[in-house]
């Protein structure tokens, strides 16, 4: 947005009234015919696009840079719905995870989240509180 200099567009007599409401302050007059956000730029296009394309790489487990993912696992407490996230893998290349494993993941492959969901080692790395007897 511009600022122009009052004196140079409005006659003495209005700036005059107006300083009888406000004085040595900015104030912002609206146009006539309302505009929406963006439409006098690219911008509106550029952010809708961005934002686009961090949905999609969220959706897919990866940072918004597209250099990292990260791969939890969500478990849910059958008794009180709690669920919270145990990390399989966290801001890694995808590179570093094997191409069968990673597509895996992506797929929400069932049998993969069975088998960490029952690996002892993996759900003490994570905190996970054990119930004798159960897994």
């Known amino acids: 947005m511009s600022y122009i200099k009052a004196e140079t567009i409005l006659p003495k007599e209005?700036?005059?009234a107006i300083q009888q409401y406000v004085e040595g302050k900015s104030i912002y007059i609206p146009s006539k015919e309302k505009q929406e956000w963006g439409s006098r730029t690219a911008?509106?296009?550029y952010f809708r696009e961005r934002n686009e394309k961090i949905y999609e790489t969220y959706k897919t487990g990866r940072s918004a840079n597209g250099n990292s993912v990260d791969v939890w696992l969500i478990y849910r407490c059958k008794k009180c719905k709690?669920?919270?996230n145990l990390t399989i893998y966290e801001r890694t290349r995808p590179g570093r995870i094997p191409t069968d494993l990673f597509e895996a993941f992506q797929a929400n492959d069932e049998e993969t989240a069975f088998d960490y969901g029952r690996d002892i080692d993996?759900?003490?790395?994570?905190?996970?509180?054990l119930v004798k007897g159960r897994l």
Not at 122 to 129: T, V
């Open 14 to 16: 209005l700036i005059e």
């Open 43 to 45: 911008a509106k296009v």
């Open 82 to 84: 709690h669920s919270w």
């Open 122 to 129: 993996f759900l003490k790395k994570n905190n996970a509180e």
